[in-house]
């Protein structure tokens, strides 16, 4: 393999990139742009991993590892070179398919009247979230015709999850939402359960866009961070469901903040249980957090939809106690 062919690889693979596909998070930043947080290589309470991201490198106080992101993938995955450089491409090639996928159901949106209703039913009206969330529609039958067209192999598609093991499209009648590494599909026809892809469902919706802000408010679905978002609450996030994986607390916990649980009022109180248990755990790391009490049998979609406005979800932030 030659030295272009391994540097190009190293400029698709950015290192930061890829350590937090497989979870790893910042914890703090020190000078010139780089940051420290715990080796994924080694059992790490001190934060001994440097990372920095201009130059792709990675450097471990703790175990004394270091390198670019080929030896980082070599050591993490315990394989050899030339088999870290072949995970690499993979997961490159993931990234890039994925973009296509996202792209073509985003096409079929509005080529589908039945999937744009479905939305409005929801509450979604305005072109501008749907622009921001990037939701697409998966009619079924016709995102494999297409990948095939453009030289992906029906093996890869199959690997990814977009096409199961009978080679049909496994996303069919869905609305889709591109996710970090990941797609989530809601069916338009049937409360059949939702669909990822396989592997994680990552970390907090558009946490980015957020991660900044002092408050953050912490719903449970996409259809309720939409209507947010749409009603002006620009400073949403979601974990898509009321269980957060260790990544997704670890990012509520990165930073000084207030975080509005905002969870789905169930008639079988697991909403308000999860909510007060994820309060506790907030306040153990030192956020403050705050229960936002909706309406009983409410999620904040259903608020929107049936009426509440802006100005009542504002109270209702204003009304959330500890
Ligand atoms: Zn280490």
Not at 141 to 160: F, H, K
Not at 285 to 299: E, H, K, M, N, T
Request: glycine letters at 10%; aromatic letters at 10%; proline letters at 5%.
């Amino acid at each position: 393999m030659s030295r272009k062919a391994l540097d190009e690889l190293k400029q698709q693979v950015p290192l930061l990139d890829y350590l937090q596909a497989h979870d790893w998070r910042p914890i703090r930043r020190i000078g010139s742009g780089r940051i420290m947080g715990l080796c994924p290589l080694h059992t790490d309470h001190r934060s001994s991993f440097l990372l920095d991201p201009r130059k792709n490198l990675f450097y471990c106080y703790g175990c004394g590892r270091g390198g670019d992101v080929i030896r980082f993938a070599e050591l993490y995955h315990q394989v050899k070179f030339l088999q870290a450089v072949a995970l690499l491409r993979e997961w490159c090639g993931l990234a890039s398919l994925l973009d296509q996928v996202i792209d073509f159901y985003r096409l079929q949106l509005f080529r589908h009247q039945d999937a744009v209703s479905y939305l409005s039913d929801r509450g979604l009206h305005s072109p501008e979230v749907i622009e921001h969330m990037r939701i697409g529609y998966a009619p079924g039958r016709c995102l494999r015709a297409w990948l095939t067209q453009l030289g992906y192999p029906i093996s890869a598609l199959r690997q990814a999850g977009l096409v199961n093991a009978e080679g049909r499209d496994a996303f069919t009648h869905r609305i889709v939402f591109p996710l970090e590494g990941n797609l989530y599909g809601r069916s338009i026809r049937t409360s059949t359960p939702h669909l990822f892809l396989p592997g994680s469902k990552g970390g907090l919706y558009a946490w980015e866009q957020v991660r900044r802000a002092p408050e953050i408010i912490l719903v449970e679905g996409l259809f309720d961070y939409a209507v947010l978002w749409q009603a002006g609450f620009h400073n949403g996030t979601c974990s898509m469901g009321n269980h957060l994986n260790a990544r997704q607390f670890q990012q509520l916990c990165d930073g000084p903040r207030t975080v509005y649980l905002t969870f789905d009022s169930d008639g079988n109180q697991s909403g308000q249980r999860a909510a007060q248990w994820m309060s506790r755990r907030l306040w153990a790391q030192g956020v403050a957090a705050r229960r936002v009490s909706l309406p009983a049998g409410q999620d904040p979609n259903s608020f929107f939809v049936q009426g509440g406005d802006a100005h009542q979800f504002q109270n209702l932030l204003e009304a959330a106690h500890p």
